[in-house]
């Protein structure tokens, strides 16, 4: 049987296939090489929680360089709903009103922003699959694609990190308590008003770089 090519002559091969079919070439950018050991931890609040039908309100995001959290570098936007209104229950959750998130930017404008400050730098995110499925939704009209970017999974990282702790004999019961607020107790991190965006973001870069120490140590 024959060998595939190389590892990198098929990410380069696919890195000119995706930007071939790039619906807008002003974002070939997010395909360069990622600056070294940098980050993006990022955040959506929503109208609620079906990726088909609600609208994003806000997106929060910080850089990671290194071992450290940026909050100098960071970016954080109402967004102005396009089709849901928001119901008290959602109001109750992230503490946004009608009146706050009206003057937001749309979007396609909040997205394009988001796109320019994260560049080609890897994902970071708690439940990071919902956000990018959000993002995706604006952005497959405007590109015809989703976001490239490497995608890293802080609720994993702490999973493999509890699941290397368990003796052997219990190792087939996984029983790990993913909820957020249990694995930033955990870890012995500050836990934050949850549903702000720029907070929960920068939560999740804090339980990113608290995992990869332990996971170095």
Known sequence: MKAGPPTHWAAALKREW???????????????????????????????????????ISIGAVRIRGNRIMTTERLELLVRPEKKRLTADSVKVHRLREQDVAQGVSADEAVMQLMHFIGSRPLVGYFLEFDVAMIN??????????????????SALYYDYKFRQLPHHARDSRDIDLRFDNLMKDLGLPLWPAHDALNDAIMAALAFLKLRQLKAG
């Open 18 to 56: 995706m930007l071939y079919h790039l619906g807008d070439p002003r974002f070939a950018f997010m395909w360069d090489p990622a600056p070294e050991d940098e980050w993006v931890s990022f955040d959506c609040e929503t109208t609620g929680l079906n990726t088909k039908t609600d609208d994003i």
């Open 137 to 154: 939704r604006v952005l497959f009209p405007i590109l015809g694609m989703g976001l490239p970017q490497p995608k890293i999974e802080v």
